[in-house]
């Protein structure tokens, strides 16, 4: 069964640092891309970074850009969010995601081309 497990998200201060682990299932992690997504309360939810299965290559949003830092274990299933110099508006659940295509580069940025999703990580920021 495919599946997703994220951990990591807690109260933080303004300025400070926060890693975001997502343990995969074999059947869900491999051959896999993953993606971070995020959702504030109000608010569609919105991609934060991609990384493809490869792991040649990685995609973020404005907002990530310079603070954030994807990463991927393949031998552990795992894929990881690195938050830097985080800030109130970074408060959001945050979901992992696994999509799969034919091409192992691609770095699938829409919502739709996910089809197993963790059950998402609280992180607040606090100023």
């Known amino acids: 069964q495919a599946q997703l497990v994220e951990a990591g998200g807690r109260l933080v201060q303004a300025g400070e640092s926060l890693r975001l682990s997502c343990a995969a299932s074999e059947q869900a992690f491999t051959g896999a891309h993953m993606g971070w997504f995020r959702q504030a309360p109000g608010k569609e939810r919105e991609l934060v970074a991609v990384?493809?299965?490869?792991?040649?290559?990685?995609y973020y949003a404005e907002s990530a850009k310079g603070r954030f830092i994807i990463s991927r274990d393949n031998a552990k299933n795992t894929v990881y969010l690195e938050m830097n110099s985080l800030k109130p508006e970074d408060t959001a659940v945050y979901y992992c995601?696994?999509?799969?295509?034919?091409?192992?580069?691609?770095?699938?940025?829409?919502?739709?081309?996910?089809?197993?999703w963790g059950q998402g990580t609280q992180v607040t920021v606090s100023s």
């Open positions: 990384i493809n299965w490869k792991d040649t290559d990685t």
């Open positions: 995601a696994a999509a799969k295509t034919e091409d192992p580069w691609y770095l699938p940025t829409s919502s739709d081309e996910y089809n197993t």
